[in-house]
């Protein structure tokens, strides 16, 4: 997604309209050297208003020292998607500089300063760090080489023209003069910044595209990196904490004294929800929980259950919903098709289960608060603390670490809030550290959705009608209120707004129903990780109905979508599509366009007698344009493959008496290394503007081994996980 009008041809970015779409500046650093900041307007102005009317302000900077150094000060986190090597590699490719002399450093907090011109605000997710940092990063790369080689030439008294980057250097080709970037810093933080910057040809990258080590896992490996569980700070209490287990439920009281009888247990803190330990180290504090006496008042949700919600949506499902798409007449083509089908889908509530459970170490003084996290928005976690302590934004300090996984989980600020309520009462740093119990059972978890689809097919078999009613929760519409527009926003109808098949007539509505004691959130993949689910499983039955292979009923509706086309072929000759397999073995295949990337997938599975299902290889083909770092694009597909295993074969949240019933990975299963299957990942070489990479595997993958899992059984199953009793013979 181009942020910048680029002559491909001179690789220059135009100036024209320069103040609108962005622009650098340069100053000396403290302590001299180079600084340079870049802006990026956003693309969602409903979101983006309040930083636009403060004027512009820079989103990012890159710093270069006296000793040669390059930093950047990006606002992206880093967990685990390679955000603080692929920013490097952006600059470092225009600046001219080994990836070894580059740097990252992160963000304050800052909405103004910070933001992510593709959601308007300072957030990490959705897949965006690639596609929003693409173009302004390498500019900034390129304005300091431009600004480095203009304060050579003025040291020479040669001209600018007879002059190159090299290697962290400036030459001058014709005398053999050389300059390093260091030495060169602070004269160049004089010079004028340059209207037209030439970028690189694609032809010339020497890093972007290239298999880069990551430069954060030396420090992974050894211990070194820290992530938002392992703060310490001086005098620090250690603090557990139990929550009402009834969602809307309250404290009705506690006995406490035989948790102070504990020994190195200091105090109880509690909320109108919570009850919280405080002592000197955590054996102490999850001793003292356990001694206390606690009676909760369950509140109105006490008796709920999954079947309660589900009962609920089925009937608010049978409303009309808002019309999000209307292409032709679909009502006359379905009474006019030769054949029609029906189906209900529906996905589960899911939880995030990130390796690091939730946790937050604050101290609250009467002249300010120091946080201490791993978040996913820095800036709403400053602000929640501030509006809960009464101290001004600029008093509160947000410490951001690396993230021991997000997956949406932490892009909520329900957990530090709660954490900073119960500092609020500790004299002294605190860390609140969530159980893996606590952390599931009290989660904010994927929307539960309940789909019906109808589809009006040819005398060839080729669908003429196609009709998608969703009903579900809208994240978007608590998370970023100004852009739930007309009853809908672009989240909850991704996946299905666009799909890449040319059916003629498409009707799409949305029927916004929350459900009852029960919070919802961002969950990897977001919106597609239900709507590709219920879309490519649907097509996959229209297929089936007309006896026709996957593969080449998708190929026929693909003809104006090429991308689409290329990665489904790729996928289906990669796997072997047609070739032979063992009884109640079977292949599936998906193919999506989501996050800016082309993606197909093709899963083979094995069911036995049993219904148990074995997914023994899962082939991706992927085209998210340019391909910054292979290694990173093939781990976080293999990542995000990992994750939606666990959707497709084990993992729901149900509700029992208002209760939570999974609390561990015994009852919440994760994928184990002999329930991997091989994984093969082919990126497609591409030109095209970046796409997002960190959560298409996982939409992708469900629909495949679903589909896989029919074309082994001739069972159709519409709701994951895998029910096995469905499937035994």
Not at 297 to 315: C, E, Q, S, Y
Not at 499 to 505: E, F, L, V
Request: charged content about 20%.
């Amino acid at each position: 997604m181009s942020l910048h009008s680029t002559d491909h041809k001179r690789g220059a970015v135009q100036s024209e309209g320069l103040s609108r779409r962005g622009f650098l500046r340069a100053s000396a650093a403290v302590g001299g050297g180079l600084l340079i900041a870049f802006s990026m307007p956003s693309r969602f102005a409903a979101l983006g208003e309040a930083a636009a009317a403060e004027g512009f302000a820079p989103d990012g900077f890159i710093r270069i020292g006296q000793d040669g150094r390059v930093t950047i000060i990006v606002p992206q986190v880093e967990m685990g998607q390679g955000t603080f090597t692929s920013c490097p590699m952006l600059v470092a490719e225009e600046l001219e500089v080994n990836l070894s002399q580059v740097g990252t450093e992160q963000a304050p907090p800052n909405h103004t300063l910070y933001s992510n011109n593709l959601v308007g605000f300072q957030v990490t997710g959705g897949s965006t760090s690639i596609r929003a940092f693409y173009e302004p990063l390498r500019k900034s790369g390129a304005t300091a080489r431009e600004m480095l080689i203009a304060a050579a030439a003025a040291t020479w008294n040669v001209e600018p023209a007879s002059c190159r980057a090299e290697n962290g250097k400036v030459i001058h080709d014709a005398t053999g003069r050389k300059l390093g970037y260091g030495a060169l810093a602070n004269k160049a933080a004089t010079m004028s910044v340059p209207k037209d910057v030439a970028l690189k040809e694609p032809s010339t990258f020497k890093l972007i595209g290239t298999p880069a080590k990551r430069l954060d896992t030396p420090d992974k490996v050894n211990g070194k990196a820290v992530y938002g569980i392992d703060a310490k700070v001086p005098d620090m209490k250690i603090a557990t904490l139990a929550i009402c287990p009834v969602f809307g439920g309250k404290l009705k009281s506690v006995d406490d004294s035989k948790a102070l009888e504990v020994k190195d247990v200091l105090q109880v803190v509690q909320t109108d929800d919570t009850v919280a330990v405080v002592a000197t180290n955590t054996g102490a504090a999850k001793k003292g929980l356990a001694a206390l006496e606690i009676v909760w008042d369950d509140g109105p949700n006490a008796k709920l259950t999954t079947d309660d919600i589900v009962a609920d949506m089925a009937k608010a499902s049978e409303a009309e919903g808002v019309l999000v798409r209307h292409d032709g007449d679909v009502p006359k083509a379905l009474d006019g098709a030769e054949q029609t089908l029906d189906a209900i889908y529906q996905v589960p509530f899911l939880a995030h289960t990130t390796m690091e459970p939730l946790n937050c170490t604050v101290h609250v003084r009467e002249d300010g608060c120091d946080i201490w996290v791993g978040t996913q928005v820095i800036g709403r976690a400053q602000a929640v603390a501030a509006e809960l302590t009464g101290l001004p934004s600029e008093k509160v300090v947000v410490h951001n670490h690396m993230l021991g996984g997000g997956f949406g989980r932490r892009l909520e600020i329900d957990f530090i809030a709660k954490a900073v309520e119960l500092a609020k009462q500790v004299e002294g740093p605190v860390k609140i550290i969530w159980s893996r119990e606590e952390d599931i059972q009290h989660g904010m978890y994927r929307p539960y959705f309940y789909d019906r689809l109808d589809a009006g097919l040819d005398s060839n078999g080729i669908p003429v009608a196609w009709s998608h009613r969703i009903c579900g929760s809208s994240v978007i519409a608590r998370w970023a209120s100004p852009a739930f527009k007309d009853g809908y926003d672009f989240d909850t109808v991704d996946g299905a707004l666009e799909m890449p098949y040319a059916i003629p007539n498409v009707r799409l509505q949305y029927v916004r129903h929350e459900p009852q004691g029960i919070p919802t959130a961002f969950w990897r993949s977001v919106g597609p990780s239900h709507n590709i689910f219920v879309v490519e499983s649907f097509i996959d039955e229209c297929a089936a109905a007309t006896k026709k292979d996957p593969l080449d009923y998708r190929r026929a509706l693909l003809a104006k979508s090429p991308r689409a086309l290329a990665v489904l072929e790729l996928a289906a000759e990669k796997a072997g599509w047609g070739g032979p397999l063992p009884e109640r073995s079977g292949r599936g295949i998906a193919v999506q366009t989501v996050f800016g990337t082309f993606m197909a997938q093709v899963a083979e599975v094995a069911v036995s007698k049993a219904g148990e299902v074995r997914v023994k290889r899962v082939t991706c083909a992927v085209d998210c344009g340019v391909a910054i770092n292979p290694n990173t694009i093939e781990a976080q597909v293999q990542s995000a493959i990992v994750y939606g295993l666990s959707a497709a074969l084990f993992d729901e949240i149900t509700l029992k008496d208002g209760r939570v019933q999974q609390s561990n990975f015994h009852n919440y299963r994760a994928p184990h290394i002999n329930d991997m299957p091989q994984i093969d990942v082919h990126i497609i070489k591409s030109s095209e503007a970046p796409g997002g990479i960190g959560e298409p595997g996982t939409s992708a993958l469900v629909p495949a081994v679903f589909n896989a899992v029919y074309a082994a059984t001739g069972v159709r199953l519409r709701k994951p996980p895998l029910n096995s009793d469905q499937l035994k013979v």
